[in-house]
């Protein structure tokens, strides 16, 4: 059935802004009218500089919070963010972040973490506790929607690692992959398999199994990945059969280690902008691998080096050819590869280590994927579809 004359002229009239009825023929009264102030406040000629509408927001906090609670009400929460993302971006609004009323308003998500946690030296006391409690809301939803996934990726992984052809107890035995192992020993007339050879797991080793260090850069374009970073990191740290470590860096090195306890005070230990300097970050990091064979060291960066990169590569280089499982990833977000240094990139891919963007939900396949040692380029491929 054919759309109403009348709510084709009203979408075309919401799409158009301007003023009056903007050649449609069709105002806008009520909440219509409401909703078109609200996408003028930034979408306007104030607002982005691009004609058709008037509007923005001024440099008024409350009436900013004003606006964050109308646009909460006529969009879905995904339209909030971006739509607050676009604000902060086309009207400056970046220190009206440190506002309690205002962020109090905000809808948290992980793009308003990294605005916060770039502006944390400069966040006044009064607004530091409403800024952790966006960070804490937004880090318990990805905890609530990742940490079981990789909790049971890494464990199977590990299990898988363990398999035994002498299990010591029944409770031992992999039944499904005994019975397959033994398919040839069937005997009809007594319906049964006769197992020559048992497949089970080995005893689960209370000892640490497998050190895995995250080497994460700081700099701004690296913000969600940043976030991201540390709410797996903590995640991992819980895990006793792994060693897990987590090292940020500009062109300083800090180890945050000692904070994957509590991600949100993780997070307010970075310092998101500067430059860059990734050999120097791997020199640390080499130091904190005592089993390479047994380790898993995962850089994520964008590659652009301010430090000396021939010595990062070579660095590269002499992990891999010790044992260690490097995996580059270019950003661990949900929006893709940014961008990145390809001579370096390409580099890389050169000496067998490709680099690649991961998103958060395949994230845990792929330490899985790490810790049995699979070829990471083929599971990037087959994964993500991305090679260097």
């Known amino acids: ?42 979408y306007g000629e104030q607002g982005a500089a691009q004609g058709g509408r008037s509007g923005g927001l001024g440099a008024s906090a409350p009436r900013v919070a004003r606006w964050l609670g109308d646009i909460r009400s006529y969009f879905p929460s995904t339209v909030v963010q971006v739509m607050q993302k676009d604000a902060i971006e086309r009207l400056n609004l970046t220190r009206l972040l440190l506002e309690p009323e205002m962020l109090e308003a905000v809808e948290p998500d992980v793009h308003l973490v990294g605005t916060l946690l770039a502006l944390n030296r400069v966040m006044p006391d009064q607004a530091r506790e409403s800024a952790r409690a966006v960070v804490r809301k937004v880090v318990a939803e990805i905890e609530r929607r990742l940490s079981q996934k990789t909790r049971a990726a890494v464990t199977g992984a590990l299990d898988r690692t363990a398999r035994t052809h002498r299990p010591k107890r029944a409770a031992d035995i992999d039944w499904d992959r005994t019975i397959r192992a033994n398919l040839k020993n069937y005997l009809p007339e007594k319906n049964t398999v006769v197992p020559s050879r048992l ?17 994460v850069d700081q700099s701004g374009s690296m913000a969600a990945s940043v976030v991201y970073s540390s709410v797996f990191g903590a995640v991992l ?65 964008d590659l652009y080096e301010g430090g000396v990169r021939q010595e990062m590569l070579r660095r590269v280089a002499a992990m891999t050819q010790a044992g260690v499982q490097v995996i580059v990833l270019l950003a661990l977000s949900d929006e893709g590869a940014p961008f990145y240094d390809h001579e370096n ?40 579809g991305a090679g260097s």
């Open 1 to 42: 059935m054919d759309e109403p004359v009348d709510e084709r002229l009203r979408r075309w009239r919401l799409v158009l802004g301007g003023g009056e009825a903007d050649g449609t023929g069709c105002g806008l009264k009520g909440g219509d009218a409401a909703m078109d102030g609200a996408l003028a406040a930034v």
């Open 199 to 215: 497949v089970g797991y080995a005893r689960r080793q209370r000892a640490v199994q497998r050190e895995v260090v995250l080497c």
């Open 237 to 301: 740290a819980s895990m006793r059969s792994l060693k897990t470590s987590l090292v940020v860096f500009d062109t300083a090195v800090v180890d945050l280690t000692d904070q994957l306890h509590d991600p949100v005070e993780l997070l307010f230990g970075t310092q998101l902008g500067g430059g860059t300097d990734i050999n120097r970050a791997i020199a640390y990091s080499q130091g904190l691998i005592t089993r390479p064979a047994d380790s898993v060291f995962v850089l994520i960066s």
């Open 345 to 384: 990139a390409a580099a890389l891919a050169a000496m067998g280590v490709p680099a690649f963007a991961c998103t958060p939900d395949v994230f845990p396949d792929l330490m899985a994927a790490a810790i049995e040692r699979r070829d990471i380029a083929r599971w990037a491929e087959r994964h993500l």
